[in-house]
């Protein structure tokens, strides 16, 4: 596939958008690999110290000019959220919430010294340049994005140029753990939200090349619009404990939650065809019968057992995008191995398309025990831990169309698909608390399909080109043009 290239840089954007493209190509990298270096790991724990690469930024902003405000929750110092803002008035643009904390990497062996990670060809905590690749965890989730937006909010300062409206750059803590010290502490707390809100954001987790049904990258990019939301459920069984030396004279609640796993693990939940999946089969350019038979409700459970089994990459993402899935995730409650347990709980982790309830779930669940557990209430109970609702926004909106146009402008021939996530991020709280139009965009170089992108995220090697660096600071700054300056 022959794939040209804009040069924004050369043309009427000339000036406006990047009026110094070699230092922010230099910029850049060099707030990525910073970002790197500093091993921001979220282990879920709250003690994660994303400050330091939150200084990092704060610093690049500032060099430049531009004012700055951190907030983090008291008894979290060490986990700021950073704004910064060009112009004024309406519509809040921003770029962000950018997250600057990653997942973390384990090495062959905790106790050697120094670590080892052999899965990796580069040091994970390097920002390792290797054949025009930079090596590193958060290279593609999403410290990439957070360099390239810092980028590109500087480069639009730096232009002088007046916008329409206020255009924020956040950069947040904690979205690896779920947001709770980061893009949700700043919506929610009352005397942030005014700051911290906006009508359009733009974060993480798109701009890859979906690939045509031969695995071939194609210039069809797609931008998450919809995430599904997530309902974690306990199911907890109840016997009676007893010595494991004379088993039958208790009554083992493990072997009842083993039963609980293998029915809720062999449940599929209705067919549901969603304008997202529409469009992203669509966008696979597959053969018309194909086409038809991945949308048609009715069959589609039989189709992606068929893909499931030729090791189609299809078939897991087509389940879990059609329905409600439900997975078993953890055990709790046998502990001691001559111990017949009494008592054991079944973790399942829920996760619903738009529209989809707690309550719609939890039928669900009960519908996958079978009457026979759901029903006998002396030895099963069932209930919802917590409830996050899917969200979606549409993509006919002016947002939308200024990165079609940036897009294309960028790679030509570009076009735009809008995809749901199957997992969530902190648009959920952007969409939901914020009420915004929240997508998860970016433009990455064609060779970077879909499937690399899935890999990469929380992977191995995971790596970002420098050509994909440079698409999404002109992917970004030509956004914002489009959106917030007159022709
Ligand atoms: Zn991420």
Redesign the pocket.
């Known amino acids: 596939m022959e794939i040209e290239y804009g040069d924004i840089t050369s043309d009427e954007a000339v000036g406006f958008c990047l009026p110094d493209p070699t230092k922010a190509r230099e910029d850049t990298l060099s707030l990525l690999q910073a970002m790197i270096r500093n091993r921001c790991e979220n282990f879920g724990d709250g003690l994660c110290k994303e400050s330091r690469s939150i200084k990092v930024l704060q610093d690049y902003l500032e060099a430049h000019g531009l004012q700055t405000e951190r907030h983090a929750k008291p008894e979290r110092p060490e986990r700021h959220n950073i704004l910064s803002s060009i112009g004024s008035g309406s519509p809040r643009v921003m770029l962000g919430p950018a ?1 600057v904390d990653v997942v973390p990497v384990t090495p062959d062996d905790a106790s050697q010294v120094p670590p080892v990670y052999s899965g990796w060809d580069e040091d994970p905590w390097s920002g390792t340049v290797t054949d025009g690749e930079v090596f590193g965890r958060g290279a593609v ?2 410290l990439n994005t957070v360099a390239a937006m810092a980028v590109a909010f500087v480069s639009i300062k730096e232009s002088g140029v007046a916008l329409n409206g206020t255009l924020l750059f956040c950069a947040v803590s904690d ?2 753990a779920g947001g709770e010290d980061g893009a949700k502490f700043i919506l929610s707390d009352p005397g942030l939200k005014h700051l911290f809100n906006a009508d359009y954001c733009v974060t ?2 798109g701009g890859a090349s979906i690939p045509d049904f031969r695995l071939r990258p194609t210039l069809s990019f797609f931008q998450s619009t919809a995430e599904k939301g997530t309902t974690k459920v306990e199911v907890k069984l109840r016997g009676r404990p007893g010595h494991g030396s004379v088993p039958r004279a208790a009554d083992n609640a493990l072997v009842r939650a083993a039963e609980v796993v293998m029915r809720v693990h062999a449940y599929s939940a209705p067919t549901v065809i969603t304008p997202e999946w529409k469009g992203f089969v669509k966008a696979l350019q597959l053969p018309g019968p194909i086409e038809w038979l991945l949308t048609f409700p009715p069959l589609l459970p039989l189709v992606l057992m068929v893909l499931l089994k030729i090791g189609s990459p299809i078939a897991p993402v087509g389940h879990a995008l059609t329905r409600l899935t439900m997975s078993p995730n953890a055990l709790v409650g046998a502990v001691k191995d001559n111990v017949v347990p009494g008592v054991c709980t079944v973790a399942v982790d829920c996760r619903t398309l738009p529209g989809q309830s707690e309550e719609y779930v939890l039928d669900h669940v009960r519908k996958a025990l079978g009457s026979d557990i759901a029903s006998d209430v002396d030895h099963c109970s069932i209930g919802a831990q917590s409830h996050i609702p899917a969200s979606r926004s549409e993509p006919d909106t002016p947002l939308w169309k200024a990165m079609e146009k940036a897009a294309s402008a960028v790679i030509k021939g570009a076009s735009l698909v809008p995809v749901m996530l199957p997992g969530g ?1 902190d648009c959920r709280y952007y969409r939901g608390i914020g009420g915004a139009v929240a997508y998860g965009a970016n433009l990455l170089e064609p060779s970077m399909t879909f499937g690399d992108l899935t890999k990469r995220f929380h992977g191995e090697n995971e790596r970002i080109g420098l050509r994909s660096l440079w698409t999404s600071v002109q992917f970004y700054s030509l956004m914002v043009k489009n959106l917030m300056v007159a022709e």
Request: glycine share 0%; hydrophobic share 25%; charged share 50%.
């Open positions: 997250h989730d999403m979205e690896e993480e987790l991020t």
